[in-house]
């Protein structure tokens, strides 16, 4: 083996990009492609003083293959609320730096995070500009803006079209994710500080490309127009746009709590985002019913427990439980796939809307104990236990939810009992055990039971001990349970 030389090195930025790395990669043309939130900003660039300002946000809307459009709401000391299309043309370099090129504007452009994002400067020879753009979810709606939001931005005070000074605001604005909005902030200008109060309408009103309007007034009456770009598939984050009175601002506004929609979870495994139709699921929250909670004690599943109800997309879903700070229930069958609106009553006060999104198929393997263990049924009737293992070779019943669309035997209807009989996924499906794949002979609905699935497997080879149950349908894996297993 040749001896190992640490020598001095002196490189230039030129050679950075040349040096080994570890992990690293390449960009092309293709790695902005889909839709962007972004957001403009701009001012005259041939003086010192601020003669002239420009603030946008919108989407920006790659192809992959080199084309691009910009759709923005502009406001600028001119005019407000000015809708603005661009197409263009865009070429990335495998260094990650490239060109945006519009009829009148050239950019520069840097892309990060693996295309998820970029940055761009430039100018038309009368202002300069700098932006920056990050995806945007695949689909929102109202209720994805949801709760209390942090509120940040800068912008200018206007006199006629001159630039009176600049105005720094800081506040909050709260969404009822019904397409209601009360918002607070303070805005700085010099030494002094306002403060304001409004109040007002919003809606995400594009869902394919998760953009929203708001107008608002304050308390002596003055209107504001917002405009959201959300770049956060929980709602969590978005880019901020508005006008006011002799005003304009531009910021970004950010969840101050967990978004309403991760509240609501998969029934067994909790997880956000994966309550399939038919599946059980829980939310969480203050105030949902009365205490002590109480448990349905009939079938099919009433829809209101005391005095609490669940809607989704308007439609009543069929409560287990229901108490102040958790209500479980079960997914509508015939909600469709994507996102939905969910909404608890309790008695004549409504909550907020929260978002929820419905994927086809989420599996959740139910759990016991304080050792994740999964509810798996041995051949004996036992459950599986530390004391009570399963033995390779053994056909064992494992408990989930989740499990999505199903050829069913008889009638599958919410809120009423499963069909007895055989009720298959009509998904792609597979299990493993500490990942090795176990011999499927069942998954599918449990009769007489409410958004209960099962799936009936042989325990391949593995040594003895706890190990890692993972049931996937559809492609999406559950929750990793433990189950017992002797030789």
Not at 100 to 127: C, H
Not at 456 to 474: C, K, R, S, Y
């Amino acid at each position: 083996m040749g001896k190992l030389w640490l020598l001095p090195v002196v490189f230039t930025f030129g050679d950075a990009f040349a040096q080994p790395q570890i992990g690293g990669g390449t960009c092309s043309t293709a790695s902005l492609s889909g839709n962007y939130a972004i957001t403009l900003t701009g001012r005259q660039a041939s003086s010192t003083a601020f003669t002239s300002v420009y603030q946008a946000n919108g989407v920006a809307t790659y192809d992959g293959q080199g084309n691009v459009t910009f759709a923005l709401t502009a406001n600028s000391n001119v005019s407000a609320v000015q809708a603005v299309k661009q197409t263009g043309k865009v070429s990335i370099s495998s260094n990650c730096s490239g060109t945006l090129t519009f009829p009148n504007e050239t950019f520069n452009l840097a892309v990060y995070n693996q295309g998820k994002g970029f940055l761009f400067s430039g100018t038309d020879m009368i202002s300069s500009f700098s932006g920056t753009g990050s995806v945007q979810p695949a689909t929102c709606v109202t209720a994805l803006l949801s709760g209390v939001y942090a509120m940040n931005a800068n912008g200018f005070n206007l006199s006629g079209t001159a630039i009176s000074s600049v105005a720094d605001i800081t506040g909050l604005l709260q969404f009822d994710g019904k397409g209601s909005i009360v918002a607070n902030w303070s805005m700085t200008s010099g030494t002094t500080v306002t403060q304001v109060a409004a109040t007002g309408t919003y809606a995400v009103n594009t869902p394919t490309s998760c953009l929203g309007t708001a107008t608002l007034a304050d308390t002596n009456g003055k209107a504001y127009t917002f405009d959201f770009s959300l770049n956060d598939p929980t709602g969590a984050n978005f880019l901020l746009l508005a006008s006011g009175p002799e005003l304009t601002f531009s910021g970004t506004g950010h969840s101050s709590f967990q978004n309403p929609s991760q509240s609501v979870g998969n029934g067994a495994s909790f997880k956000a985002g994966e309550t399939a139709p038919g599946s059980i699921f829980s939310i969480f929250g203050t105030d949902l019913g009365a205490a002590p909670g109480v448990n349905a004690s009939v079938l099919p599943l009433p829809g209101t427990i005391g005095a609490t109800q669940v809607t989704v997309n308007g439609e009543t879903a069929p409560l287990f439980y229901a108490g102040p700070g958790q209500v479980n229930a079960q997914m509508p069958v015939d909600i469709a796939p994507g996102l939905a609106t969910l909404v608890v009553s309790n008695g004549t006060v409504n909550s907020n809307a929260a978002a929820v999104t419905v994927p086809e198929a989420a599996p959740g393997i139910f759990t016991y104990g304080t050792n994740n263990h999964a509810v798996v049924i041995n051949p004996s009737g036992a459950t599986n236990a530390d004391s009570l293992p399963a033995h390779v070779g053994d056909t064992v019943v494992a408990y989930f939810t989740g499990g999505g669309p199903v050829n069913p035997s008889g009638t599958w209807a919410t809120g009423d009992p499963s069909p007895d009989g055989k009720s298959p996924v009509t998904s792609t499906n597979s299990i493993t055990v500490n990942g090795k794949a176990a011999q499927v002979m069942y998954v599918g609905l449990s009769g007489g039971s409410v958004g209960l699935y099962q799936a009936n497997f042989v325990i391949p080879q593995v040594v003895a001990g706890d190990h890692p149950l993972v049931i996937t349908v559809n492609g999406v894996k559950s929750n990793s349970a433990a189950i017992s297993i002797a030789e």
